[in-house]
C-alpha cells in the first residue's frame, strides 16, 4: 500500500520547491565525504578514496533511515507517514514531465532564448545555441533516459525491498540507489578531479541500473505498443542501439523511445564549449515534434503503470 500511496502522491503533487528534499541532504553528505577523502597528499589511491566515499555515504544514509524508522516504530501512524513520504521523495515521475513541459510551452509560444534557458534546468549540455528542433529532440532524450534513473529504476528497488522487508526494505532499497545515482551525478566524470576517484560511484551506478534498465525499456517498448506506436521499430532500434552511450544503460530507454517515435536522437552536443561526439541513436524517419513529448510522457506514464503491475503480481505470489 505504501508504494501505492507514493506513486499516487507523486503523480499528483510532483516535486513542490517550497518542501525540503531527502536528496538534497545525500548531496551535501557527498560533498561533506567528498572533502574528507579526496587525495590530499602524493601517494594516496585516488580510486581507494572514492570505493572510501561510496562505502561511507552508503553506510550512513543506511544508518539514519534505520535508526529514524526504528525510533518511529513506537508511533506506527506516523512511522508509515514517513515512510510514504520517504518513497514518494525518491520518485520524479510528475517532475520529469513537468520540468520538460516547461521547454515545450516556451517553443508552443515561440519564445526560443526562454526554451533554451528552460531546457539548461534539465540537461548538462550547453543549449544557448540550440535551435528548435534540437531542442525537443534534447527533450525527449532527457525524458526517456530519466524514465529509468529518476523513476523506474527506485521503483524497482523499493519494489524489491519491500519483498523483502516491507516498508523498511523498501525505503531502504530506494534510497540507497538514489545515493548511488546521486554520487555518480555528483563525482562521476570521466575529467582530471574525479576520473579515478569517482570511478567506483560511476561503477556501481551502472550495476544497479543493469536489470532496471532493461527491464524498463521492455516495459516502455509494451508501453509503445498499447498506446499504437511502431512497436517493432522499436524493438528493431532497440536491438540495434540499446548500447550507443557511452553509459551501458542510458541507451536502452532512449532508442526504445526513439524507436517508437521514428526519430534519430543522440549525436554530437557541446558541454562546456567542447564539442563531445556520441554516437546517435535510431533512425531519422521524420523530423520531431512538439507532440512528441506528450507521446513520450504517456509512454512514461503506461510504463509506471506496468511496473505497479508488476509489482502487484510478484507482490501477491509472495503472499501464496
Known amino acids: 500500500m505504501s508504494i501505492y500511496l507514493a ?10 520547491k517550497w518542501l525540503p528534499h531527502p536528496v538534497v541532504a545525500v548531496g551535501k553528505l557527498i560533498a561533506f565525504y567528498e572533502k574528507l577523502f579526496y587525495p590530499q597528499r602524493y601517494g594516496q589511491s585516488a580510486f581507494r578514496q572514492g570505493c572510501l566515499l561510496v562505502l561511507a555515504t552508503l553506510a550512513t544514509v543506511a544508518g539514519v533511515l534505520l535508526a529514524l524508522l526504528l525510533i518511529l516504530a513506537r ?5 508509515a507517514a514517513v515512510i510514504v513520504y520517504l518513497l514518494y521523495a525518491a520518485l520524479a515521475w510528475r517532475s520529469l514531465q513537468v520540468e520538460p513541459g516547461y521547454v515545450i510551452s516556451a517553443l508552443r509560444s515561440g519564445n526560443l532564448p526562454r526554451a533554451r534557458q528552460m531546457l539548461s534546468y534539465v540537461v548538462g549540455r550547453d543549449t544557448e545555441n540550440l535551435n528548435r528542433q534540437q531542442i525537443i529532440k534534447a527533450t525527449l532524450e532527457t525524458i526517456a533516459e530519466n524514465t529509468i534513473d529518476g523513476v523506474l529504476s527506485p521503483l524497482f528497488y523499493m519494489g524489491l525491498g519491500y519483498l523483502a522487508g516491507g516498508g523498511l526494505g523498501a525505503v531502504l532499497g530506494a534510497w540507497l540507489y538514489k545515493a548511488v545515482n546521486t554520487m555518480d551525478s555528483m563525482v562521476g566524470y570521466k575529467n582530471d578531479r574525479y576520473r ?11 550495476v544497479a541500473n543493469f536489470l532496471p534498465a532493461r527491464l524498463g525499456a521492455m516495459l516502455m517498448l509494451l508501453a509503445g505498443g498499447m498506446l499504437g506506436l511502431d512497436a517493432a521499430a522499436g524493438w528493431r ?8 552511450h557511452k553509459s551501458p544503460n542510458s541507451a536502452q530507454s532512449e532508442s526504445v523511445v526513439a524507436g517508437l517515435l521514428g526519430l534519430r536522437l543522440g549525436g554530437p552536443s557541446y558541454y562546456f564549449g567542447k564539442l ?7 533512425d531519422e524517419r521524420r523530423e520531431p515534434q512538439l507532440a512528441d513529448y506528450t507521446t513520450t510522457c504517456r509512454i512514461l506514464n503506461w510504463s509506471v503503470i506496468l511496473a505497479a503491475v508488476l509489482f502487484s503480481f510478484f507482490y501477491l505470489w509472495s503472499l501464496v
Open 7 to 16: 506513486l499516487l502522491l507523486d503523480y499528483l503533487l510532483g516535486d513542490p
Open 75 to 79: 508511533w506506527p501512524w506516523l512511522r
Open 196 to 206: 579515478e576517484f569517482g570511478t567506483c560511484a560511476a561503477r556501481l551506478d551502472d
Open 237 to 244: 532500434i532497440w536491438w540495434r542501439d540499446r548500447y550507443a
Open 276 to 282: 563531445v561526439v556520441k554516437p546517435t541513436i535510431g
